[in-house]
């Protein structure tokens, strides 16, 4: 961006007159903007911090927070966060989500289904924006949020990705100046013929996919490698303590003194920023044939890769240094304490890589595969190649071959791309996760992982073995007393699953704690170790039931849409408590309104007697369609539900008769296990 040219030209002005200066200058500008980007989002919005596309740790105030970190951190220097727009639609369409959910009317309800939908749009319209994409953005932001997406809602995210590079287009032109617009959006014309490859070349497009698929799954288990030692390793934490802002001002004064023009960064073209770099290696022309060919590079490109003006460094050396440091500082950049970006770093990477492929070739065969007369040798191709196969295998998405087209502008490095991509795609699956779910899983969210390849133990362990067979659940015959007694033994609960009686336990529906709850203290009164557990924090567990409710306040007591728990129903009559006519909504005014919070009072006989009674539950607050599962469903089955409907539990049932129930968190330690028995 313009911050960067900046830099650029201050250094120079200040190296006309003093060098030490102007390497001062040059350590202490990438070093502060990225220790200020740091430390702004820690005193303002921790939450923000490597705020990657599946990090569900949203807050309110990421949105500022996240736009004054990255305009500071994307002027740094810092070879990580590039193509922040994808991080800022996903946090805007959360938040979208979130207003929503607010409000109290059918046209607007929003469920778990409708947030997966908004965040894939969101993605898309980041993603269309940095590389004027919008098809390839749509796919890759599906490819990216979930699993199973319905194709009825394809318009959605068509609509929202197009008015977005429309009207991103139209600011960049009439609003941005001009110096600056060039910049902000990636959008790389390329020049090549329609017949820019010879059949002979595919299996070189092969080998891309191969070394692609295995360097991208070597990063991902670089990089979990490199924030397991930071957290576990004991000289690291004696050198820079458990505050992390030191490490990663301390890598920011390193990449400084790395990159510096006129150090080792010669030998890398450090002084090059990721955008500009691109450039050079999607370019038609050839390092390697310089003044020998007319396909030879100009001279202002090629001192970029020789030392300078009067450099005489081996370009191929030069671009071979540039993959394996920028490899190593984007694994070690990602996980520090700053919005993470991982496509933009990974495109650039795959493309000096497919670059340098290129070049040998080109200086192996200056008259190309069959001679003068035919076809000749793209290294500008083989960069796409390279670029696109990487980044799929880093991200594993498919929809890079179209992102990839919309970017250069043609169709014709299609095919070459889709060979390499498919393969790396495939080696870079078998041997490690992606990189977003391999983050997911450092940070131990809730998050279903991919099925292991080729395994027969997923259809060969069935749901019995996986339950939690200790269910807590609620009869007709239940009495006051004993549901105080299971709302106290039991807060991490949301829901309880109802059945006929404690015999034959045929399973009636679920009926949710806060329910349950309301009519215990509108019963019996207040009562603090109820309203006192059910404060408390609740866990992902089945045996202490399923998913929390981040953010639902404290004082939304039994006023909200989730009072019904998980359901199959979307409009059930449980989410219309805010209307007039609700069948609880003299128990909502009661809870709200100061005026009706009249308890009864009781002696202690009184209260003893009434807590012998039985409930008096509601048929209305009975969710009569808790999903279910029968025995003998096998793991890729209950797998397969819980990816498409978005389920956190299931009931288990046997012929009608509850019998237990699991949750996504047992699947993924089953899931885990056979992982470990692959290895």
Not at 175 to 188: C, E, H, L, V
Not at 425 to 434: K, M, R, T
Request: with cysteine; net charge positive.
């Amino acid at each position: 961006m313009k911050e960067t040219k900046n830099r650029v030209v201050f250094y120079d002005r200040i190296r006309l007159y003093n060098e030490y200066g102007a390497l001062a200058f040059w350590i202490f500008y990438i070093t502060f903007m990225t220790g200020a980007a740091a430390i702004f989002c820690h005193l303002f919005s921790r939450q923000a911090i490597d705020n990657f596309i599946k990090n569900e740790e949203i807050s309110q105030d990421i949105p500022f927070t996240c736009d004054q970190k990255l305009s500071r951190f994307n002027r740094s220097g810092i070879p990580e966060v590039k193509g922040p727009f994808v991080h800022m639609g996903a946090i805007v369409a959360s938040l979208l989500t979130r207003m929503t959910s607010a409000c109290r009317y059918k046209e607007f309800f929003s469920n778990e289904g409708r947030e997966i939908e908004m965040l894939s749009s969101g993605c898309a319209v980041g993603i269309a924006c940095t590389f004027s994409a919008p098809a390839g953005a749509v796919l890759y932001g599906i490819e990216s949020t979930s699993k199973y997406f319905a194709v009825k809602n394809y318009w959605r995210a068509f609509f929202a990705t197009t008015c977005s590079a429309l009207i991103f287009r139209f600011a960049n032109a009439a609003i941005i100046p001009p110096d600056i617009a060039g910049t902000i959006t990636a959008y790389y014309q390329t020049n090549f013929p329609n017949e820019v490859f010879v059949v002979e070349e595919i299996p070189l497009f092969a080998f891309i996919g191969v070394l692609s698929g295995t360097f991208g799954a070597f990063f991902v288990f670089l990089h979990r490698r490199i924030v397991y030692f930071r957290a576990r390793n004991r000289c690291y934490r004696a050198i820079f303590g458990h505050n992390p802002i030191v490490f990663t001002i301390f890598m920011a004064a390193f990449v400084g003194l790395l990159t510096y023009p006129e150090g080792i960064s010669k030998n890398f073209a450090g002084k090059l920023t990721f955008r500009e770099a691109l450039v050079d290696f999607l370019y038609n022309c050839t390092f390697t044939l310089s003044n020998i060919s007319e396909r030879s590079c100009s001279m202002n490109l090629m001192q970029h890769w020789v030392g300078g003006a009067e450099g005489h460094l081996n370009p191929i050396a030069t671009m071979t240094n540039y993959f394996i440091i920028y490899f190593i500082l984007v694994a070690i950049c990602v996980s520090l304490e700053v919005p993470a970006g991982i496509f933009v770093p990974s495109f650039v990477i795959g493309a000096c890589g497919g670059r340098i492929i290129g070049e040998i070739m080109a200086k192996t065969y200056p008259n190309g595969l069959r001679g003068p007369n035919g076809p000749q040798i793209f290294p500008g191709l083989y960069a796409v190649v390279g670029a696109a196969a990487y980044t799929g295998s880093v991200t594993h998405s498919l929809s890079i071959a179209v992102i990839v087209c919309e970017t250069t502008g043609q169709l014709s490095p299609l095919l070459p791309v889709l060979i390499a991509l498919m393969i790396g795609n495939a080696i870079s699956s078998f041997l490690q996760p992606s990189v977003y779910e391999s983050i997911i899983n450092i940070k131990n969210l809730p998050h279903l992982a991919d099925l292991p390849p080729s395994r027969i133990s997923v259809h060969t362990v069935k749901v019995e073995n996986i339950m939690v067979y200790d269910v807590h659940y609620i009869t007709r015959q239940t009495t006051y007393k004993e549901l105080r007694e299971l709302l106290v033994a039991t807060p991490s609960l949301r829901a309880y699953p109802v059945v006929t009686d404690e015999k034959a336990k045929i399973l009636l529906g679920s009926v949710a704690r806060k329910y349950l709850t309301a009519l215990f203290v509108r019963k019996m009164g207040p009562d603090s170790m109820v309203l006192s557990k059910d404060k408390r924090r609740r866990s992902n567990h089945a045996s202490e039931l399923f998913a929390s409710f981040r953010g639902v306040a404290s004082n939304s007591f039994l006023t909200d849409r989730h009072i019904s728990g998980n359901t199959l129903l979307a409009h059930s009559p449980l989410h219309e408590v805010q209307r007039p006519n609700s069948p609880f909504a003299p128990l909502l005014r009661r809870q709200t309104d100061p005026e009706l919070q009249q308890y009864p009072i009781f002696t202690a006989q009184q209260r003893i007697n009434e807590l012998q009674k039985c409930l008096d539950l509601d048929d209305i607050a009975i969710d009569p369609a808790p999903f279910q599962l029968v025995l003998g469903t096998s793991l890729y089955k209950v797998h397969t539900l819980f990816s498409l409907l978005g389920l956190n539990h299931a009931y288990v049932t046997n012929r009608g008769m509850l019998v237990g129930v699991v949750s996504i968190k047992e699947v993924k330690i089953k899931l885990g296990n056979l992982q470990v028995l692959k290895l």
